[in-house]
């Protein structure tokens, strides 16, 4: 009996660089993007805007994503998948370094909005190569990979902020937003694009048609409520990251535990670590856990300031500890 090969051992070379140029491109968007979030704080003082302005423009910037994600998958289906997907990184490369010189936060949301529209059509692009090169039995893994490089440029974008915001001020974080841009040069030279020049193997009948097929039609209503509820749930615990809860009128006191804080944390603390988690945020109210956060723990500023404890620091050097002991 002839024994399958695992998944990841069918793709070809050519197939593997199709998706990791989609993957990187993902983990660059989201790096881009997350930028903004993570000195949304500074931009709010130097600016003197409320944090609802900060977020009606992410709120912007996402709405856009769905023309440059249209816009993509026309010429997609006309130019191949490689060329949107150069172009998408061109732009908002381009847009989001220019926030570097925005005199004003309107030429910052101008520049987030048009930031936007290159950043869904990288995504449509990016999918679209990614999927297609690789062969349909890894297909299910392979989306879960490309997913995964979200969060892959979220630890990024904050790493990065962490060393260059003190030292060079938050504009200089939309100038390393450049960077994209030169992913280009190995996409056009070492990736592939089997459905460049017309050559796709199904003939459709037109994009709007094609979507208003009852069995297509419906995989899209489903998959857009899917991911309207992972918006509302991902926005809602990554925002309050960059301190955005704070800026709209709350502070953040640094005070000594209580004997009730230390048994919870001794009751709690065991147990994420087992779970791999290496930053742990505890929200009591009254005595008890009313969250745990595990994405966005705030006030870290402020217990720097007020008792010395380089707590970004001594993430990082435990992060680095975990990866050097794998």
Do not use: C
């Amino acid at each position: 009996m002839n024994k399958q090969q695992p998944w990841w051992k069918e793709p070809t070379r050519k197939q593997w660089a199709a998706f990791s140029a989609a993957w990187v491109g993902w983990v660059l968007d989201a790096f881009d993007f997350t930028i903004y979030i993570v000195v949304a704080h500074e931009i709010m003082k130097e600016f003197d805007v409320p944090a609802v302005a900060v977020h009606g423009s992410l709120t912007l910037t996402l709405l856009v994503r769905l023309a440059g994600g249209s816009i993509a998958g026309w010429m997609a289906d006309r130019w191949g998948r490689r060329l949107p997907l150069m172009l998408s990184l061109l732009w908002f490369a381009a847009f989001d370094a220019a926030i570097f010189f925005a005199p004003t936060f309107t030429w910052i949301i101008v520049f987030r909005t048009l930031f936007g529209f290159g950043m869904g059509a990288e995504w449509t692009a990016g999918t679209a190569l990614a999927m297609e090169s690789f062969p349909p039995r890894g297909r299910k893994f392979a989306s879960g990979l490309l997913q995964a490089g979200w969060p892959v440029g979220f630890l990024l974008a904050a790493a990065t902020a962490y060393f260059v915001v003190p030292a060079w001020g938050w504009r200089a974080m939309f100038l390393i937003a450049a960077v994209p841009a030169l992913l280009v040069i190995p996409i056009r030279m070492f990736v592939p694009d089997e459905h460049a020049h017309g050559e796709t193997k199904e003939v459709s009948k037109g994009a709007v048609r094609d979507l208003l097929v009852p069995s297509v039609l419906k995989m899209i209503v489903l998959g857009s409520l899917v991911m309207t509820l992972g918006f509302i749930v991902y926005y809602g615990m990554a925002t309050p990251f960059v301190g955005l809860n704070l800026a709209a009128g709350a502070t953040a006191e640094s005070r000594a535990l209580t004997e009730r804080d230390r048994w919870l944390a001794s009751r709690i603390g065991p147990v994420m670590r087992e779970r791999g988690m290496l930053f742990v945020g505890l929200d009591v109210i009254g005595g008890y856990v009313t969250e745990i956060n595990v994405t966005s723990p705030t006030g870290i500023r402020e217990i720097e300031a007020k008792h010395g404890h380089d707590v970004g620091g001594m993430l990082i050097d435990a992060v680095l500890a975990k990866l050097a002991g794998r």
